[in-house]
């Protein structure tokens, strides 16, 4: 997200979009990101309203707009870099982690993307696997593990990038390697368009994991997450 729109986001979250609908008023949000000056004219700020909510970041109903769980996932990410910066402390973000998941029936989505060539192409570059076609998706109950896939997402991580096909974009993802129940390599990722929030992961291995390790809906499965892209040999 361009810096600019990021202003405006955060300026929507003083204003308390983050729980509820509030009323908006291009003139005033152009003068308090500094007018045209800063390049934020009414104009401006009216289109970048329309990309935040193209993009999923916020949704509008008339003149009143709420930030949506899409967009808090980019305020948050946002909140843990700087408070790491701030800190200058390891935590979460750069050390070595582990996690706790049930697995869980996701969407189904993450077979039909990880089949695409684009992507796969990109995951088994950066990953040095070429991904089975499907994820395994995990629900956290731990809030302290929560916490950490927050602050997880703050990091750098290995990306792929936006690509086009057949006339449709498809968005980038954010990549961390892991070891899945202690003996298999993986990674988790985080789709830039994803549905789920910070409760779920999503896990992809080069395996199909749910046949390897015998798993079904509620079965526990722990991960060992290396946010500095450590293979963890």
């Not at 003083?14 to 008023?25: M, S, T």
């Not at 998941?101 to 695409?116: N, P, Q, S, W």
């Not at 696997?129 to 703050?154: C, H, V, W």
Request: net charge positive.
């Amino acid at each position: 997200m361009k810096k600019c729109k990021l202003d405006l986001l955060i300026l929507l979250v003083k204003k308390g979009a983050l729980y509820e609908d509030v009323p908006v008023c291009t003139g005033k949000l152009s003068a308090e990101l500094g007018g045209s000056a800063k390049g934020a004219s009414q104009q401006t700020v009216s289109r970048w309203l329309l990309e935040l909510q193209a993009t999923g970041r916020i949704q509008k109903n008339g003149r009143h707009v709420r930030i949506t769980p899409f967009g808090k996932v980019k305020i948050e990410e946002v909140f843990y870099m700087v408070k790491g910066a701030l800190e200058k402390k390891s935590d979460a973000s750069t050390k070595e982690f582990e996690i706790t998941g049930k697995v869980t029936t996701g969407f189904r989505e993450g077979r039909y993307y990880l089949a695409i060539p684009e992507y796969k192409k990109q995951i088994s570059s950066a990953l040095g696997f070429s991904p089975f076609a499907g994820t395994l998706n995990l629900r956290l109950s731990k809030q302290k593990d929560i916490e950490n896939i927050r602050k997880l997402k703050a990091a750098q991580g290995i990306a792929t990038g936006e690509f086009s096909r057949d006339g449709r974009s498809f968005g980038s993802a954010k990549c961390f390697h892991i070891l899945i129940a202690g003996k298999i390599k993986g990674a988790l990722i985080f789709p830039a368009r994803s549905h789920y929030g910070d409760g779920v992961v999503e896990v992809i291995a080069p395996i199909n994991l749910r046949e390897k390790l015998k798993l079904k809906d509620e079965k526990e499965v722990s991960l060992k997450i290396f946010p500095q892209n450590s293979t963890g040999n």
